[in-house]
């Protein structure tokens, strides 16, 4: 009895971490304690799991086999770059799934007998959570591994799409959904499980594939909410409560954020699963004649200089070129002549949630000098320079004025409203979603092609000679 209550004490200890993880990510000057709290709170939750008595009278071998694994595989991951976050994310999350899929299937191979006659501890409740977990944690590891290939560019970014696709995926899902009813009225026949199971796996590849790189932000938050549930499914299997609340706040967070990042681009969560964004249907280009005015270093260098106001709108470009830092050097120039620097945060820049924002903690650009597209967009008609690092679809007008854009509709970074505006690119290509980029055209816009960390670099050093 006393080994249950230390189990469930480090287990409430556990839970209230994970909480207060949560709540301090919600906010970047709190960002690194939460991280610190939820990790311990995840610590807490393995000890707390070592004491259970089948663990603690059992054989560690593979637990200590697993741990071992487990460090040989996640340690190199977690030196990825930056510019691989998104991607090594998205693995993390079809581990997860990975994890509590064999569970629930080694659950119910385990306890096949119990579950066909329904003794007690395996009711429909609980065969229900089983079910739950294997199809849910299913989807989300082949749906994570199609999402961390696109983001590698191992698959192309743009929506993949072909006949009969929508007839294919309403049979895979209601072949899965109805597998999973037949199981639960006859949990005898195992043959309904393993054909959820394996609709399951095939959905989360179809459910992924038509999905463009531009959504792939939402995709990452509705994976991570999968994930979560089916975390917290597994907890119910196995009696465990650290599991369910744990799994609850990841789901569910996942998914308010990936409503939130919807709004964001307004649309539907049902738009960016089956709408197929990032493919270029549209074919009204006028916005985009004339050419492109390429600007020189020095030419760019003097304009900011002189200039009262300067806002930065980082992209993934920015995140490619490792050039957060050069970005605060630039900005720090720019503010020891007076001058107010700004930096504009979009919600979806990048490939993953806050992507943006965490670049820039890293290059330690204060929060206070972070704006959000809302607090930024009153003010761009009085900045004088708006210069873009890298970022397209963000500050592409054609989401407020051309209807017939793909991302028609979407909340933009308006920099073409700025005085004069630089886009700092590699070269004249249309970016990773494809889609052309009418501000790129237009007179207040110049063109400073190269890297994007060497040129910011070079501009804050041209910038103090002026």
């Excluded at 006659?117 to 849910?136: C, D, I, K, T, Y």
């Excluded at 409503?259 to 493919?279: D, E, H, K, W």
């Excluded at 903690?361 to 967009?377: H, R």
Aim: aromatic share 6%; net charge neutral; charged share 15%.
């Amino acid at each position: 009895m006393n080994l249950t209550y230390l189990i469930e004490g480090i287990y409430l200890v556990a839970s209230i971490l994970f909480i207060l993880g949560l709540k301090g990510l919600s906010h970047p000057d709190t960002a690194r304690r939460g991280m610190i709290q939820a990790a311990c709170g995840m610590g807490a939750a393995i000890v707390g799991t070592l004491f259970r008595p089948e663990i603690l009278h059992g054989n560690y071998l593979w637990i200590v086999i697993g741990l071992v694994v487990g460090s040989a595989i996640g340690i190199p991951i977690s030196r990825v770059p930056m510019t691989a976050m998104p991607q090594r994310t998205a693995l993390s999350h079809a581990f997860g799934a990975l994890a509590a899929s064999l569970v629930g299937i080694a659950e119910y191979i385990i306890h096949r007998p119990e579950i066909t006659s329904r003794q007690p501890g395996h009711g429909n409740v609980e065969n229900g959570a089983l079910a739950l977990e294997v199809m849910l944690g299913s989807l989300t590891v082949t749906g994570s591994l199609i999402a961390a290939a696109k983001l590698q560019e191992l698959m192309r970014g743009t929506p993949i799409m072909f006949k009969g696709q929508q007839a294919l995926n309403l049979v895979l899902f209601v072949t899965m959904v109805g597998s999973f009813v037949l199981w639960m009225i006859h949990p005898a026949s195992s043959v309904y499980f393993y054909t959820m199971a394996g609709c399951a796996f095939a959905f989360g590849v179809m459910l992924v594939i038509p999905i463009g790189a531009a959504d792939m932000p939402v995709v990452m938050s509705l994976l991570n909410s999968y994930a979560g549930l089916s975390s917290a499914a597994t907890g119910f299997v196995l009696h465990n409560n650290v599991l369910i609340i744990a799994g609850t706040l990841d789901g569910f967070s996942g998914f308010i954020l990936s409503i939130l990042m919807c709004r964001a681009m307004n649309r539907s969560i049902t738009n960016v699963l089956f709408g197929g964004f990032g493919a270029v249907t549209g074919t009204d280009t006028g916005s985009t004649e004339g050419t492109m005015r390429e600007v020189t270093l020095d030419d760019v260098a003097v304009q900011l200089a002189y200039a009262s106001s300067v806002v930065i709108v980082p992209g993934y470009g920015m995140a490619t070129a490792q050039a957060q830092h050069a970005a605060r050097e630039l900005g720090n120039v720019l503010e020891e002549r007076g001058i107010s620097v700004k930096y504009a945060i979009h919600p979806v820049a990048g490939r993953m949630p806050g992507h943006m924002n965490v670049l820039l903690a890293e290059a330690n650009v204060p929060y206070s000098s972070l704006y959000e597209m809302e607090q930024i967009n009153p003010e761009m008609p009085t900045v004088d320079v708006a210069v873009v690092v890298g970022a397209n679809d963000v500050v592409n007008p054609d989401a407020r004025d051309n209807p017939k854009s793909p991302i028609a509709g979407m909340p933009i970074i308006e920099v073409d409203r700025a005085k004069s505006v630089v886009v700092l690119k590699r070269g004249k290509g249309k970016g990773f979603s494809g889609l052309e980029n009418p501000l790129f055209f237009k007179p207040v816009t110049g063109m400073l092609y190269g890297d994007a960390k060497s040129t910011l670099t070079a501009l804050a050093q041209a910038v103090q000679k002026v």
